[in-house]
């Protein structure tokens, strides 16, 4: 007497199981499902890779009142298309976004505008903005030198970074 491959009796078995069943869409998806993420993550590569660059950012930014870090970390969740180009080496787009940064004045500028709103409404007080070319207000919690600094300071973390 010869044995049938497991398989073979599985394949039988299913059918049998399965031949007084109506068809159902839903049933197909949910068979042929496992075999779709069959070697991958069920997280997208996006979030991945912007998970990796604010986990850098948390570590390694230097930022006790918290304002300048929240705002890096909308920046990265609101620039897609730059975080997708970099989907293989994430923190290679937080080094450009930062690098735009501290090379083109103005948005270093509507950054710690930014970060002085975050600022205000963290600690419900009046922020204090600083004009360019002017200098800061005494009680300035971010000026455009210490934000600049800040984000020169990261950018030097994530160049010795291997």
């Known amino acids: ?9 599985s394949d039988q078995l299913q059918q049998d199981v399965l031949s007084d069943r109506k068809f159902s869409l839903a049933e197909v998806i949910g ?10 993550s069920p ?8 998970t990796e660059i604010n986990r850098f950012i948390d570590h390694h930014l230097v930022d006790s009142p918290g ?5 890096l970390q909308d920046l990265i969740r609101d620039d897609e298309a730059q975080i997708s180009a970099c989907l293989a080496a994430p923190l290679m787009a937080l ?7 501290i090379n083109h004045s103005e948005l270093l500028y509507e950054l710690v505008q ?8 963290i600690y419900d007080e009046r922020p204090h903005f600083q004009t ?7 009680d300035d919690e971010y000026t455009h030198e210490s934000v600049y600094e800040q984000i ?3 950018l030097d973390k994530l160049k010795s970074t291997p």
């Open 1 to 9: 007497m010869t044995s049938q491959p497991d398989n073979d009796f």
């Open 31 to 40: 068979r042929e499902g496992g075999n779709f993420f069959k070697g991958e």
């Open 43 to 50: 997280v997208p590569r996006l979030l991945q890779a912007r």
């Open 67 to 71: 304002a300048l870090q929240a705002v």
């Open 95 to 101: 080094q450009n976004i930062l690098e735009s940064i």
């Open 114 to 121: 930014q970060v002085d709103v975050r600022w205000g409404q």
């Open 132 to 138: 360019p070319g002017q200098p800061p207000h005494p």
């Open 152 to 154: 020169v300071a990261l």
